[in-house]
């Protein structure tokens, strides 16, 4: 570039205009706290001081096209049909830009490409300047389009080309700290793992970055290992670094866990990722502080990160800090909250030497149907807490009822037939538990149809949620083979063509289908150790519920009709199928539902 004593009065006031423009640009750009009201002001001053036929800035969003952020000088509907569908890779001038990495300059006279590339036909020249940030990552485009040759020359388009790093930069920092908060956000709502993860997957694309690598130590305090890496998108738990102070100096992970940052130019340990491997990285250290204490709760590892970029990456492990222990205050809660559901479900189940452990195996009855049907892992743990407190009502129904050798009378049937409403009514005051809770506690007496059942006038219609229906089913399970003080439990092969046989009016049949799956597999269940001897009723042992191949074989006779001889049948003795069963006749499945059922035996 010429010197002032160089230049020729004109090109004197050409750089003096330049100068002016750039300094007036910079201003707009600096003073603006709006930076989308700053790039419409740029491109405005651009269009009046150049005479231009209008320019746009365009960002490249997360599908790789291109999509106008701001413009001057352009029709609405031009911006709107081109934001609909976006710029691909090497579309139209601006994609050109966007796959070469380098501005491109077409004029109408010169370049045979340029009606291949221009849409519109009172475009004479056409400027466009990549976006590129600080890690050479391309942004977006800036366009600015000439309708004749004298509006924009060479000294205007040196003037462009001084603009973008400026624009670059401002849109690089405005989506660094927008990935921050939106990282923020995130956690501040985080209360699983998968969530935090998400988050930080989400940051890194935000940010460009190659890998941010999340290293936790094991329950016991003594290992570091990987617990989430965004470049594989899971934990590596078989690469571990002793947690022992006094090798913390041979490896940047352990000197970073114990409250040391570093910076490594080039990251030589072989534990981490392979994309971490010969990179610069981000060792930055997970610290709580309690009470003047600093507990370690892990290491972020970002790379890659400029020195300039520093903060940014502090500003996450700050953030990510606060989530991992709320997170880890958040899964203790849930523990205590666990164990004393347990002590809750042990003191109900101690009412009666007969129902011990009742509300645990309704509880494996119901984890084992969940997974069949597949739940969610909310819903499966809420299922959980609902079958271990879903009888909380007996806690003050006197133990005489509970315990009766006999028949109970219409008064004692009555007070039985309140549990659900005293156990809601307890069970609704309690902040810490879903709603669902005291609804199960309430309707898992309910029948499907809305038909006898109790409370009266209520039914397990499809209202209600899924888990009322598989504790309906898991519950009846257990209670149809399990010993009472008047009668003995009956085989699971029979109790489970009991809950078929009662499908749609006490049951949801989908459910019990996905009971019968289940049982077919097989599902082990929580029994005392001694059941003869009272004293020893807290004690507890495994046994495996399964319908083993004898069992199958004889239920699909009966589904299928074969089985009429009453004399037959091992269990299943004198039960057949009837197109219309009469009501209470428990030896019939109607034809509609042993047709439903037949093939999950027939395999």
Known sequence: ?????????????????????????????????????????????????????????????????????????????????????????????????????????????????????????????SACFPLIGKRGKILGVLSINAANETTLGSNEIAILAD???????AIQHQQEVKAVQEFSRILQAAEQPTQLHWALTRVNALLGLSSIT???????????????????????????????????????????????????????????????????????????EDGGERNPLGVLVISPIPADQVEIGKTLASTLTIALKSTLNLQRAQSFLHDLLGVLAVTIDSKSPFTSFHCKRVEEVGEAVAKVMDLPPEEAKILK?????????????????????????????????????????????????????????????????????????????????????????????????????????????????????????????QVVKCFILAIIKGIEVTIPKNPENKATTGKKQKRLIKLEPDDIHEMRSILMGLNQDQTTGRVLAGKRVDTNPEPGNRDTISTDLATFFLPLFSK
């Not at 603009?163 to 930069?169: C, E, K, N, Q, S």
């Open 214 to 288: 999340l290293i936790q130590p094991d329950a016991e305090q003594q290992r570091l290992s990987i617990t989430f890496d965004t470049s594989r998108g899971e934990a590596i738990p078989d690469q571990t670094w002793p947690l022992q102070p006094e090798q913390a100096s041979d490896s940047p992970v352990v000197k970073a866990y114990f409250g040391e940052a570093l910076a490594c130019e080039t990251v030589t340990d072989v534990i981490l990722p392979e994309t971490l491997q010969n990179k610069p990285a981000l060792f930055l250290p997970l610290l709580s």
């Open 385 to 509: 807490q609902a079958a271990m407190l879903h009888d909380l009502g007996k806690v003050v129904i006197d133990n005489g009822i509970l315990n009766k050798n006999g028949e109970l009378t219409p008064d004692e049937w009555n007070i039985l037939k309140h549990h659900p409403i005293t156990g809601e009514g307890i069970l609704s005051q309690a902040s810490g538990l879903a709603k669902e809770v005291a609804l199960v506690c309430l309707s898992h007496h309910m029948n499907e149809d809305g038909n006898g059942g109790y409370p009266d006038g209520l039914s397990c219609n499809t209202e209600l949620p899924r888990i009322v229906k598989i504790i309906r089913v898991a519950d009846s399970f257990d209670a149809m083979v399990s010993d009472r003080p008047y009668r003995k439990g009956m085989p699971p092969l029979k109790a489970a063509f009991e809950l078929m046989r009662c499908s749609d009016r006490q049951f949801n049949r």
């Open 163 to 169: 603009i973008t790093p400026g624009l670059a930069d």
């Open 1 to 125: 570039m010429k010197s002032i004593a160089e230049m020729t009065p004109e090109e004197l006031r050409a750089e003096i205009a330049r100068q002016t423009l750039l300094r007036e640009l910079e201003l707009i750009l600096h003073n603006n706290w709006d930076l989308k009201q700053a790039v419409q002001l740029t491109l405005e001053t651009i269009h009046k001081a150049f005479g231009t036929a209008g320019g746009s800035l365009m960002l490249l969003e997360p599908d790789q096209r291109l999509r106008i952020w701001a413009s001057s000088g352009i029709d609405p509907e031009i911006v709107r049909s081109v934001n609909q569908t976006g710029i691909a890779l090497g579309q139209g001038i601006a994609g050109q830009v966007l796959q070469r990495g380098e501005s491109v300059i077409l004029n109408s006279h010169q370049d045979p490409a340029f009606e291949n590339l221009m849409e519109r036909p009172d475009i004479y020249l």
